[in-house]
């Protein structure tokens, strides 16, 4: 009895070297494996099969299979196949169940926000084997995901196929697929040219003057994800031995994915083997912020925004005044 298999693997895994290697095992014993793909443009002409890997073969379109004599055929071979249509998989079906050939679909199993495709759904649907093939994000675990990237970002709307676009997919577990962490993120001390990271130091710090007085001295800590500084510390030195965290700033457009967090537990982790406590001064606005990470309310120092700052700074409508100063033990 002929079976229904489908293959699934997300972006690199290699299905369609899997497919050619399949066809050629085929054609080594003298038999005679059909190739397959679903035609996506009716300008694509190409008629091949190629892998990352550079491999290519020769195919048929899905849409041409009534013109294709299957009698001679001992399988057919459907690459792309999460392309396919529900009826495309039908006909597959038939051609299992009625001629008795062997099928055997490679594709996707989820498109770039995590939704089936049609042909994978009803692949899992029907198949009679159903079978993983497995690939790795960077970070080791096996990827299940496929991020599409533009401009070396991971995006998460848009249509679930573009034709002709600069787009390209990255294969990543869920956990790095949801954060959009295309590779590992890292964080560094700088000591040059640190001027450099003063715009995003100004978002939590309005006082250029102010971060000119803490930057100098102090040290800067930058966190990197997908090549872009996504988070900027600075840590100082107090008079009575203990550290404070003079600016935390995380970019506008990655705010809420928790890169301030990481940023602070790092600072957590390397302060503790030189300081027992950790001090910042913030506003009122940033205080649950501070205290869900253990640091608690240690003194205000009143009017410290009105008085050491030429503007006055604006946050959630009302005109800040008083520093609220927070400690935590290291
Ligand atoms: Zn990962």
Redesign the pocket.
Known sequence: MAKLYFRYGAMGSSKTANAIMVQYNYQERGQNALMLKPRLDSRDEEHTVGSRSGLNAPCRYMEELDDIDLTACDCVIVDEAQFLTKAQVQRLVSIVDELNVPVICYGLRADFQGNLFEGSHWLMAWADSIEEIKTV???G?K?IMNARVANGRVVKTGEQIVLGGNESYVA??R??WALGELAPMEIRRISAGKAAYMPLLLEADPSRAMIERYLDAGELYVLMANGQTVAVAVMSEREDGSCELKNLAVAPDMRGQGYGAKLLRHLFKVMAARYDRMYVGTSEGNVAFYERFGFVKDGVIADFFTEHYEEPIVEDGRVLRDMIVLARQL
């Open positions: 994000c960077w970070c675990r990827a990543l577990c956990r790095h």
